[in-house]
């Protein structure tokens, strides 16, 4: 198998997982869960994690909820951006294998929650973080997989510039002193 053909295996397998356990997951959260029902799968963790039924009309973690046209949007840019990168997946440099993961992370998790716009009308949330008094959030594995998915873009381009500036130390000219002064 070529190196090409193993890339774009490793792409649509990454998505592919990424769909399959999302979507799994929150299919078992709808068929199990009444909405807003919380449970503490792990009591000693309750308050900071649990998992409580909720559904979010706006993007990852809750950004633009309740907009009615919002829904809409990200569908779009849920096929546009994963349409981009995967258009975009050939060109990344050899040597990147985290700008690749990352690239299949986001594209799953933004398919991902597309799915559950166009099933559901909304995103299916459930994975309940807080610390009391300061921040409560429900979010789900596609919004994790897409926040690591870009963290991982972001680590990987951080890499590739620091790789880049070495080169060009290592390519400079060194200036010798003549001895003649």
Do not use: C
Not at 26 to 46: C, D, G, R
Not at 157 to 170: C, G, K, P
């Amino acid at each position: 198998m070529s190196v090409s053909t193993r890339r774009w295996v490793f792409l649509f397998t990454t998505i592919g997982a990424v769909l399959l356990i999302d979507q799994v997951t929150k299919t078992l959260v709808v068929l199990n869960m009444a909405m807003s029902e919380s449970i503490q799968p792990f009591p000693s963790l309750y308050p900071f994690f649990q998992i409580t039924r909720s559904f979010n009309t706006g993007s990852a973690f809750g950004f633009m909820a309740g907009s009615a046209v919002a829904g809409y949007v990200f569908l779009v840019l849920a096929f546009v951006i994963s349409g981009f990168l995967i258009w975009s997946y050939p060109r990344i440099e050899d040597g990147q294998p985290l700008a690749r993961l990352a690239t299949s992370l986001i594209v799953g998790g933004a398919l991902g929650n597309a799915i559950d716009r166009i099933i559901y009308g909304h995103v299916v949330d459930f994975i309940h973080y807080q610390l009391p008094n300061v921040i409560s959030n429900v979010s789900n594995l596609a919004d994790h997989a897409i926040v690591f998915g870009v963290a991982l873009m972001i680590w990987s381009s951080w890499q590739a510039e620091a790789r880049t500036d070495a080169e060009t130390v290592d390519e400079a000219p060194v200036a010798v002193a003549d001895g003649d002064d």
